[in-house]
């Protein structure tokens, strides 16, 4: 740890399955927990971020087969490949500082060494395994637990299984657990609580089946081959083997363990809450001191999936609307511990009402009269009107603390609520002072540099506390200010901007949305993409056989092919049909070839047709291509035939 930093603070992000694309719900959890990583950093901790992918199981072994390719290949493609992980987490300016892979070899040896501690420590033991197995979930379930049959967590189909397997003694640590969970403040929301006592503990807790043998795509059991590690185990454990628990890669366990929070989606708090405090306490290790199962983002009332289109692409939405305002409207608009219904129509009124309209023209607003009435920098004859200016500074100067006190309780929406109110008020001071009447007369001057001072000291710490959750933006408005600081303890005093302030003009920070040609533009967007490649519709009228016989398709032989001059579509062509003469051809597809590709190769031709004249000269016959779209664009191929088909045979 640093002399100067308040102390060591470890948050991590669920470890994400890469088992398909991500979605803007995925992004969610890691958005808010770069924002409280960068909350944290702000206030003077010393930060350790850690995210990164949960890669084996059935589900994974499964997908790969089906894409033809090796389980590594196919997590490697999503993961490190384009529009992967990595370049999702880089788009959405995520701050990690650490990434770990559970194949990664370092995790893998240590998971064995884990395992086999818990099995010589006798909570881990062999027995038979008998149940129900959800495979999406990877979720082994009694018949109690099941609901209406199906697995309690997605409501899919589960499978009967039944296998030799270890089992860890989960039932050992329900006391335990139930009292980590009841009397302490383990797991947030409170809400959550209850749900996992009611339905978990209570109904009795049984031992935990931990290893397969019906797959490979997992950490093998060293000691008992043909039984891999069960994969939650497997996950659970990265949160301390990429500090460094059970290998050498790192070295930061004694820095950073226990966590300070791990932040989860609601689905996942069972693992969280019971399974992973219990394999701790069986290995005598700091349980993390709090984690926090947050709501989902939902899509028409429903959870979100990639099928669902382009709508819960962050891709298409950070380039339409940019990185930061999507982080924002992520954390503005649902509280961190509920669900939340996402819709085009809420993401647009969001940024156009807290960016474009109160925090935009704040900025743009401010900079502008500055700029109008007194050039570069604002003078230092200065007029405070004690009565009109205390409570936008009395706000301003509190704000931080309260601000604080929210993130500390992981309640971002509400931080930002106090940070918008700040700025409403900042922007009714501007009505309320009117510095347009104060630039009329000479004497209003020290009343307007007063008035704009004070503007861009509350912008200064608006910005400051808004860096979590846009760190761009707000290091724009720094720009802005002329190189404002907006340090943590900076934040805290109403005056830290220099009297003569430089103030810097810029673009709009957020421009205004149309909010009717943006939906309609983003409904478009979500209809079914038009098939890359497009073939002409078949025709319907039939042909009889006879008729079709009668045409004579032939081998042909390009001896030479140039352009017609003065037609830039017609290429003629020499060809030797076998007859011993020369047939000359016309076809219009220069725009596709260049007349030297051509020379030798082996075409087909129809040979029977009517003369025709093209350009002054005569075409006998046609030959033959395949024409489609792609991507809109016209494509043509010439039929073209193996070289040792000789001239002149005839196609039937
Ligand atoms: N691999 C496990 C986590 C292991 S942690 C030791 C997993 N992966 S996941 O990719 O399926 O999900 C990762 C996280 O994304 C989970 O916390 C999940 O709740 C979250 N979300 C997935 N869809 C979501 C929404 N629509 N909304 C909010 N969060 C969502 O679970």
Known sequence: MCDKCKGNYYITTPIYYPSAKLHIGHAYCTVATDT??????????????????????QKIEDKAKEAGVTPQQFVDNIVTGEKGVLDLWKLMNISYDRFIRTTDDYHVAAIQKIFKKMYDNGDIYKGTYKGKYCKPCESFWTESQLVDGKCPDCGREVQDAEEEAYFFRLSKYADRVQDLLENTDFLEPRSRVSEMVNNFIKPGLEDLCVSRTSFTWGVPVDFDPGHVVYVWIDALFNYMTALGFENDKYDDLSSFWPADVHFIGKEIVRFHSIIWPAMLMSLDLPLPKKVFGHGWLLL?????????????????????????????????????????????????????????????????????????????????????????????????SGLRDQYEAEMEKYAFQNGLALVFK????????????????????????????????NLLETIRVCGGLLTPFMP??????????????????????????????????????????????????????????????????????KV????????????????????????????????????G?????????????????????????????????????ESNGMLLSAVHTEKGEEKLNLVMLDDAIPAGAKLC
């Open 544 to 579: 009889d056989f006879d008729t079709f016989c009668k045409s004579d398709f032939r081998a042909v032989k390009v001896k030479a092919c140039q352009n017609v001059k003065k037609s830039d579509k017609l290429l003629q062509f020499t060809l030797d049909d076998g007859t």
């Open 36 to 57: 409280m990583a960068r909350f944290k950093r702000l206030q003077g901790y010393n930060v350790m971020f850690l995210t990164g992918t949960d890669e084996h199981g």
């Open 300 to 396: 028409d009332g429903g959870k979100m999936s990639k099928s669902k289109g382009n709508v819960v692409d962050p891709y298409i939405l950070a380039e339409r609307f940019g990185v930061d305002a999507l982080r924002f409207f992520l954390l503005r608009s649902f509280p961190f511990g509920s669900d939340g219904n996402f819709s085009n129509e809420l993401l647009i009124n969001t940024i156009n009402v807290d960016l474009a309209n109160d925090l935009g023209n704040l900025v743009s607003r401010t900079v502008a009269m500055a700029q109008k009435y007194f050039g570069e920098k604002l003078p230092t004859e200065q007029l405070a009107d004690e009565e009109k200016d205390a409570e936008l500074i009395a706000m301003v």
């Open 472 to 541: 761009a933006t707000s290091e724009e408005i720094a720009k802005r200010l002329g190189g404002a600081r907006m340090d943590w303890e900076s934040l805290n005093t109403f005056g830290i901007l220099p009297a003569d302030v430089a103030t810097v003009a810029g673009p709009a920070l957020f421009p205004r949305i149309d909010v009717e040609k943006e939906l309609a533009a983003l409904e478009e967007l979500s209809k079914p993409a038009k098939p890359a490649i497009e073939i002409e519709p078949y025709t319907e009228e």
């Open 422 to 453: 700040v700025i409403s008020r900042a922007n009714k001071y501007i009505d309320e002072n009117a510095p347009w009447v104060l630039a009329k007369t000479e004497e209003g001057k020290p009343r307007l540099a007063k008035v704009l001072y």
């Open 581 to 617: 003469t020369d047939r000359q051809i016309l076809s219009g597809i220069a725009k596709f070839y260049k007349p030297e590709d051509l020379v030798g190769k082996t075409l087909v031709a129809i040979t029977n047709l009517p003369p025709r004249k093209m350009m002054g000269r």
